[in-house]
C-alpha cells in the first residue's frame, strides 16, 4: 500500500511539473512567434493580441495540469477536511484564472455561443 501512495505522489508531482513546463514552453513559443512577426509585415496590434492569445493558451493548458497534479497530490496524502479546504482553494482560484484568461482571449464567457466570425 505504501509503494502505491509513493506512485500516486510521483504522478501528482509530474503534473505539476508538466504544467510548469506548458507554462513555459507557452510563453517561449508565443514570444518566439511574436518576435518572428514583428519583423514581417504584421500590423503591430495583431501580434499583440495574437502574443497575448498564444500566451493565455499555454497558461490555461498549464493551469489545468497543475489543478490535477494537486487533485492527485491531495489523495496521496491522508486526506483531511483542511487539506481538502485548501484544494477547494487552490481550485477555485485556478478556475477563476481560467475563466478570465478565457474572457481575455476570446472577448466572451465560456458557455456563450461563438459568432460567425469567431470560428476558424
Known amino acids: 500500500m ?39 509585415t504584421t500590423n503591430r496590434n495583431t501580434i499583440f493580441l495574437q502574443f497575448r492569445i498564444q500566451l493565455g493558451r499555454g497558461i490555461l493548458l498549464g493551469l489545468e495540469f497543475l489543478v490535477a497534479g494537486d487533485i492527485i497530490n491531495t489523495i496521496a496524502i491522508e486526506p483531511s477536511y483542511n487539506s481538502v479546504g485548501v484544494l477547494a482553494a487552490i481550485v477555485l482560484v485556478r478556475t477563476f484564472l481560467s475563466f478570465t484568461l478565457e474572457v481575455e482571449m476570446t472577448g466572451r464567457w465560456p458557455w456563450q455561443a461563438e459568432t460567425e466570425t469567431e470560428r476558424p
Open 2 to 40: 505504501e509503494d502505491v501512495k509513493i506512485l500516486i505522489e510521483y504522478a501528482g508531482l509530474a503534473l505539476e511539473f508538466a504544467g510548469m513546463v506548458v507554462i513555459v514552453l507557452g510563453a517561449v513559443y508565443s514570444t518566439a512567434q511574436a518576435i518572428h512577426l514583428w519583423f514581417g
